[in-house]
């Protein structure tokens, strides 16, 4: 697609639930990044992932939460176990070629957790 | 980490009025990018500027790296700007790809 596309849109769930929240990067873009923002907040960098290194997890607040990226493009971040301070905006973003390139935010998915 | 602050943190306006957003750094950078982050919640790109000045209609930005700061103009402020700006960048250090985020100034320009 033209945009970096994340899905859902929306997501109300049960404290203790498991999420999953997909993101589908600008298509060529090797560098694809997670970042959350809480009401009223910054942006708080979560994992990155570029090409086929390591991702850097450095940001996941908690073991709860985890992120893959399958083929070097799609990419989905898992939380387990939902908490009511996970409730946020989850941001993905991607770039052509990582820290120096200029990267491209989706529309977000909102998490609310009752 | 690199620091980055913003400033002012709340600004209103008049339609009309013109105004200077300012992102203050505290370590060289190789990536400067100004957001705007719209009511929606989207963060739309405005400009990638680690250095120099550019201009894009209303808008225009200047980075001065090596006094570590960058600078947003709005001109003639319409009430379709309100939203929250950021700033955000990535150190120049070997390796370094996590763009740090200011945390914003918030805009609103009344009619």
């Known amino acids: 697609g033209a945009g970096v596309s994340q899905s859902p849109s929306n997501k109300v769930t049960e404290k203790g639930k498991d999420v999953e929240l997909r993101c589908d990067p600008i298509s060529g873009h090797t560098a694809l990044y997670w970042y959350r923002q809480s009401l009223g907040q910054g942006l708080e960098f979560l994992i990155y992932?570029?090409?086929?290194?390591?991702?850097?997890k450095s940001g996941l607040p908690s073991d709860r939460f985890s992120a893959e990226r399958t083929g070097g493009s799609v990419s989905t971040l898992t939380i387990q176990r939902t908490q009511q301070e996970d409730s946020a905006v989850y941001l993905c973003a991607s770039s052509f070629t990582g820290g120096t390139g200029e990267l491209f935010f989706g529309e977000g998915s909102r998490l609310t957790v009752l | 980490g690199i620091q980055v602050e913003q400033s002012p943190p709340d600004l209103i306006l008049q339609e009309g009025a013109n105004s200077t957003l300012r992102c203050n750094f505290s370590?060289?950078?190789?990536?400067l990018q100004w957001f705007h982050q719209n009511p929606w919640g989207q963060l739309i790109n405005l400009f990638y500027i680690p250095s120099g000045t550019k201009q894009n209609g209303r808008l225009s930005a200047t980075t001065v790296a090596t006094e570590r700061y960058s600078l947003l103009y709005i001109s003639s402020s319409q009430t379709t700007d309100s939203g929250v700006y950021f700033c955000a960048v990535v150190d120049s250090g070997a390796g370094s790809y996590q763009l740090t985020f200011g945390k914003g100034t918030k805009l609103s320009v009344i009619p």
């Open positions: 370590d060289s950078v190789n990536n």
């Open positions: 992932f570029q090409g086929n290194s390591a991702p850097d």
